[in-house]
Structures are given as structure tokens and as C-alpha cells.
């Protein structure tokens, strides 16, 4: 047989590289159970994504979903949940989702969505209705390019964890009380006497709270032990649709500082 020239021959091999199977013994029921704990919870049980802004992996090439789960895995490939996820997973477990996914049947228009799993679809977080009397403002956010500018409280469970410098117990709450800023006649933010943008209205909440046992039913890739997450409309009310898990895969990577990312700012007002 006649030898293919060098070039030739890395290109072939080069593409017989790229389309072959990264796992060949790839575990499809280990994958399965893996994508039903975790990946479900966006991405959906059937591989049918739970919104429209997350991507369908049902019947996708394994080699693909491989290579992308590996680039999330090194951070080559940005994005703060699936660099969260992709963090905590093996080879082994990257090769078995993979398989998993690829053997499921492809999406055929107009299917339906798969469901939220029922430990992320609703928080039981709520915002108190004294929050400004009881809790303690510990930080300001401007935000100009958002016309907005927001305060971040925190109880006196959580206040008095980061007084003594430990790590926030259960029965911590931590409440972003989001504000419309003031605008002058151009449109432009206000900032007031004290340097800060002047608020105008609530438009919104996000929250953060810890009780024993909510973390109980939340996968290990995700649980914050046990904090859960929750956004709200300006009437306290949770806002529908969304999708808790992305707030706690964000949040994982900071469990050395009690999942908080402003938890410095809490330590520094308070002590």
C-alpha cells in the first residue's frame, strides 16, 4: 500500500481523532443517574431543556458533549454555572453524560419541556416584612449603567456569625433590596450627599436563607449546604420561572466564605 503523505496522513488521522468516541466503555446508566441528580435540573431528565435559554443535549454526538463538559471542567470554556459543575466531575462521570445524552432520542419540534425538579422549582425563601428594622444594611451597590442602586441587609443570626468571625449558621438571611435610581433631567443617575446613587423605587429582591434540612433534597453538585436562593417582585412576591439551581451552582464555588460573595463586606461593617 502506498504511503500517504505526511500531511495527508495527520489530516486523517486528526479527523478519525475528532469523531471518535472519547469513552468506549462509557457507563450509560451511571450517566442517567448523574444527569437525573444534576443535570435535570436545567437541562432536563429527557435531555429537553426546562427554558428556552438553555440548551436541548438529547441526541447530541457524544464527542461534543464531552469536549464541552472538559472545557467547563478547565474553565477554557466560560460560563459561572457550568464552570461550577463541570469543576466537580470526573472523567469517568464526563464520559458517562456524555454517552447518556447522545443515546436519547433528538428533539423533535415542538416537544415539550421537561419539568423543573421539584427541590429546585420553588424556594422557600421569603423576604420579612420588617427586614429595614430588624436587619442591618451592611453594604451599597451603585449600579449606573443599570440605573439602579442596591443594600444589602443581613440578620442578626447572620450578623452575629460574622461579628465572631464564623461561618453563617443556620437561620441566616440575607435580603438585596434592588432600587430604581433618580434621575436628573438628561436621564442620568442622581448621587446624593453621601457619594451614592439616590434611590427611587423597589423594583425587586433577591434572597438568600438557611434552615436545617433544605439542602437535604438538592443534589451534592449543587447544594450550598443549606442555604436556598429566591428573587421577588417589588410586591415580595417570588417571580415565576425561574430556576434555582443556576443561583446555586453560581454560589458553590464560595463555600469557603459561607457561599456569600459579599461576606467580607458583612465582616468588615459589623466587627
Known sequence: ?????TTTASFIAALTAAHAPLHAAADVEAGKAKAQAVCAACHGANGVSVSDS??????????????????????????????????????DEIGNLAAYFAQLPGVAAGSAKSEFMPALAKSPVTVPENYRATFTKYLTLDMPDNK?????????????????????????????????????????????????LVPDQTTGYTAMAREAGWGDAVPDLLRNENWSYALFNAAKQQRPGI????????????????????LDKLSAAVR
Open 148 to 196: 439602579q442602586v442596591r443594600y444589602a441587609y443581613a440578620n442578626p443570626v447572620a450578623v452575629a456569625a460574622a461579628k465572631a468571625g464564623k461561618p453563617l449558621p443556620d437561620g441566616s438571611v440575607i435580603v438585596v433590596e434592588v432600587n430604581s435610581a433618580k434621575l436628573d433631567a438628561d436621564k442620568k443617575p442622581i448621587v446624593g450627599a453621601d457619594g451614592h
Open 54 to 91: 438553555i440548551p436541548n443535549l438529547a441526541g447530541q454526538r457524544s464527542a461534543y458533549l464531552e469536549n464541552q463538559l472538559k472545557a467547563w471542567k478547565s474553565g477554557t470554556r466560560k460560563n459561572p454555572l457550568m464552570n461550577a459543575i463541570g469543576a466537580q466531575l470526573s472523567a
Open 1 to 5: 500500500m502506498p504511503r500517504l503523505p
Open 243 to 262: 430556576n434555582q439551581a443556576e443561583c446555586l451552582a453560581c454560589h458553590k464555588p464560595q463555600d469557603k466564605v459561607s457561599y456569600l460573595f459579599t
